[in-house]
């Protein structure tokens, strides 16, 4: 497939935080391979924003909040499931800036997330609530894009859920896979594909953008 981003398209970039990236603290293999690929699909759109995971130390999230609890444990909360991560993306450290070698000078959004401390939120869009709204989609609306092409870390977490929900609030979404990586806990990656393709979420890889 051959797709020439037009006026209406936007890059979403999803969470490239030092933490995500190799020695980070929730580290996503292979993480920094898709810097050069993200900055040269930049170059690309008109369009770029950036998600940035953010979350205050106390946050829900992190299994180092919950007694007995390790990294990848699954908890019932409020919403829903939550898997327990280890500390990530604290605001005020160096985990949670976003990448220097991004290169994305044009980038005219950075919406952060999950800095409620009771709710996560993978999704660039809503907290897990499924109701907590980031602003995202009237930011979209207001700028009249259409088109969304996803790309960041990791696959089967924030840049699938964004997706996701990109998909159901009615823009067309693209994800381009050599543009991510995945965690792929406990088959999360291939579930993350599975609900995305029955979403109706299409499947690119970096060179079908011209
Ligand atoms: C993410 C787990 C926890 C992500 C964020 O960016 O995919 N994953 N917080
Ligand atoms: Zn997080």
Not at 116 to 139: H, I, P, W
Not at 174 to 199: N, P, Q, Y
Request: hydrophobic letters at 45%; aromatic letters at 10%.
């Amino acid at each position: 497939m051959a797709i020439a981003p037009a006026p209406g398209d936007v890059l979403i970039v999803v969470d490239v935080q030092y933490d995500f990236l190799p020695g980070g603290s929730l580290a996503v293999a292979g993480g920094d391979q898709i810097i050069p690929l993200v900055n040269k699909l930049g170059r690309k759109f008109a369009n770029v924003v950036l998600t940035q995971d953010w979350h205050p130390a106390g946050h829900v999230s992190f299994a180092s909040n919950h007694p007995n609890a390790k990294p990848f444990d699954v908890i019932d909360l409020p919403y829903g499931a939550q898997v327990l991560w280890p500390d990530h993306c604290v605001w005020e450290t160096h985990g949670a800036e976003l990448s220097a070698e991004l290169d994305l000078p044009h980038a005219q959004l950075i919406i952060r997330k999950g800095y409620n401390e009771m709710v996560d939120s993978y999704s660039g869009f809503q907290e897990a609530d499924r109701r907590t709204k980031t602003g995202l989609e009237g930011y979209l609306r207001e700028r009249r894009l259409k088109r969304l092409f996803v790309t960041g870390l990791a696959t089967d977490f924030c840049v699938a859920w964004t997706a996701l929900d990109a998909c159901a609030a009615g823009f067309e979404t693209f994800v381009i896979e050599d543009a991510t990586r995945a965690i792929d806990a406990d088959g999360s990656l291939a579930k993350a594909w599975g609900d995305m393709a029955a979403a109706g979420v299409q499947r690119l890889v970096a060179s079908d953008i011209v």
